[in-house]
């Protein structure tokens, strides 16, 4: 297992919203997060990246014991964190943006910096064009791609992957899944993501777990069920 | 004296006024931009600054003492500025009403710390000799106005500071830490920017600075132990004016204060003038509660 969560909790104030999940990601799997809003699914991928504390149980990554490991110590350890809402810094260009993701290789033995790596570019040739472009102009779908490539920067060793397609336009939709698939084939990025598109997760990811009120309630296979059987606990 | 002339040189007093708002205004704008603390005991580390400048040059008296008082009073009052971060500020990070009363009692106890150590009336720093000389102009319509050295020795200081903070802002990995901190500052460190020591960095930055106005300030006059406090309030105007904790507007509101404190000395004397200059910024605030750059998300800008 790459990363093991273990009773994690968690909780606004004080009202709890994580309780007891336990979850794994093996290493090279994409796993797909799925279930209703506002059931905690973002909730737990801050979590895991330390943008949220942990008010109970572990998080263990490649081996080692984050649980009390600040975010910026998560993300120099391989865990790269793709927000919800995307959240690129607005006033920084597109360029700057990408560096500050180079922050994640500092003190990382395993990895030199060279700048940011030319697949970023390549997977998104559309960053190339805007460059120098502050991010906070950009579309929608540019953001994104621009949080993904931000997270890449890092050389992650697990993407953590919130809605990448929400609220993105039909067409932009399919570039970035595309984007995403070859992530995982030519990368061979291991990935979390919290999906709202059944279809998609299950072409996308090796196994899903379902979450509600603040547990994971159901997890299996996408290669042995099919989406049909779960989508009464996702739909609405 | 031609009227040109002394409008010309009250102008230029104007500047060099600024100039000491902007060394003093700096590292507060910068702390409060990124972390949303105001540090009462800023006016001691300009106060730091001076008796550093004296010491400096007891022990390196001649031509070059003031130069290498620089950058002694720059270490001195980052690394106290270091540990006040470390002590105090970070410990208080989520109470900003305690962090003003508790840097408030530090600004007190480092006061009564220079009154033990130095006395109450203060120590003098003499000019170097290369700064005593005046530049006149005996013609023309310029003909009666004087620009002193020292003044001139301000305005470069000042210029340099912030042309090299803006550097280091804009131009290095450093600066733009600092400045994605700024603008997210969870997301910042979940792409693995340590956002604890960039605070540190930056805190500590703003404190040196103020120390390097100290021993400007140690020119211009005797070192007390109060001596920051003149400055501190026309630097909180400043900062305010300026938009909590943006460069530019920092410095475009040092300069409006110093030319507004300079020009209207012409009319009203000193204390009249402190009065105009507090309701001007009332009234600024009023019509722009911005300040000159409108910030949050926008501050450390350029
Ligand atoms: N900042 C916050 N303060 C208080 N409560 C919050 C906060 N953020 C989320 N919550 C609550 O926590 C619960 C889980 O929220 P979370 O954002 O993790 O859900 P989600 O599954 O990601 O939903 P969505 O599909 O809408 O993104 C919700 O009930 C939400 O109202
Ligand atoms: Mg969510």
Redesign the interface.
């Not at chain 2, 969870?186 to 604890?196: M, Q, S, T, W």
């Given at each position: 297992m790459l990363l093991e969560l273990e009773s994690a909790c968690a909780a606004y104030g004080q009202s709890q919203v994580l309780w007891n999940v336990d979850m794994g990601v093996t290493q090279g799997d994409a796993v797909a997060l799925i279930g209703r809003n506002g059931v905690g699914k973002t909730t737990l991928l801050n979590t895991i990246a330390g943008v949220q504390k942990l008010t109970g149980g572990r998080l263990r990554f490649g081996g080692d014991d984050l649980t009390s490991t600040p975010a910026h110590g998560r993300a120099r350890a391989g865990i790269g964190f793709v927000p919800q809402g995307r959240h690129v810094f607005p006033h920084l260009s597109v360029m700057e943006n990408l560096t500050v993701g180079l922050a994640a290789l500092a003190g990382r033995k395993a990895v030199k910096e060279s700048g940011i790596a030319s697949h970023i570019f390549d997977l998104f040739p559309k960053l190339t064009q805007i460059r120098n472009r502050k991010a906070g102009l950009l579309s929608g779908g540019e953001q994104q791609q621009l949080a993904i490539g931000r997270a890449l920067a890092g050389q992650p060793r697990l993407l953590l992957l919130d809605e990448p397609t929400e609220g993105i336009q039909p067409n932009v939709v399919q570039q970035i899944e595309a984007a995403l698939r070859r992530i995982r084939t030519e990368l061979g990025m291991t990935i979390l993501i919290v999906e709202q598109y059944l279809d998609f997760a299950w072409s996308f990811a090796e196994s899903y777990h379902v979450m509600q009120r603040g547990q994971i309630i159901r997890s299996g296979s996408t290669q042995t069920e099919s989406a049909d059987e779960i989508s009464h606990l996702v739909n609405i | 004296m031609h009227e040109t002339a002394f409008l010309i040189g009250q102008i230029f007093n104007g500047f060099s006024v600024a100039s000491l708002f902007i060394m003093a205004a700096l590292g507060l704008a910068l702390s409060f931009g990124l972390m949303r603390v105001i540090n009462m005991a800023h006016g001691e580390m300009l106060m730091l600054g001076g008796y550093l400048a004296y010491l400096t040059l007891l022990v390196v008296p001649g031509p070059l003492g003031i130069l290498v008082a620089m950058p002694v009073a720059f270490i001195g009052a980052a690394l106290l500025g270091a540990v006040l971060e470390l002590t105090v500020i970070h410990r208080l990070s989520a109470r900003p009403l305690d962090t003003l009363l508790a840097t408030w009692g530090v600004s007190l106890i480092l006061q009564q710390a220079a009154r033990n150590l130095f006395g109450a009336i203060g120590v003098q720093v003499v000019a170097p000799s290369w700064l005593n000389h005046t530049i006149s102009f005996s013609t023309g319509i310029l003909s009666g106005l004087t620009l002193p050295d020292t003044r001139l020795f301000i305005l470069a200081v000042a210029a340099l500071i912030l042309g090299g903070v803006a550097l280091l802002i804009n131009k290095t990995?450093l600066g733009?830490?600092v400045?994605?901190v700024n603008?997210?500052r969870?997301?910042?460190?979940?792409?693995?920017?340590?956002?604890?020591l960039i605070d540190l960095c930056v805190f500590a930055l703003g404190t040196g600075v103020a120390g390097l106005a100290g021993v400007i300030l140690a020119l211009l006059g005797p070192v007390t132990p109060t001596v920051g406090q003149s400055y501190i309030v026309p630097a909180f105007l400043v900062v305010i004016l300026g938009g909590l904790g943006s460069l530019v507007g920092t410095t475009i509101a040092s300069i409006m204060v110093g030319l507004f404190t300079a020009l209207i000395e012409i009319y009203v004397d000193v204390s009249v003038a402190q009065v105009l200059l507090l309701a001007f910024v009332i009234l600024f605030i009023q019509i722009r509660p911005q300040g000159v750059i409108a910030v949050r998300?926008?501050a450390l800008?350029g």
């Open positions: - | 990995r733009l830490y400045r994605a603008q997210d969870p997301i910042a460190a979940a792409l693995g920017v340590n956002a604890r998300s926008r800008e």
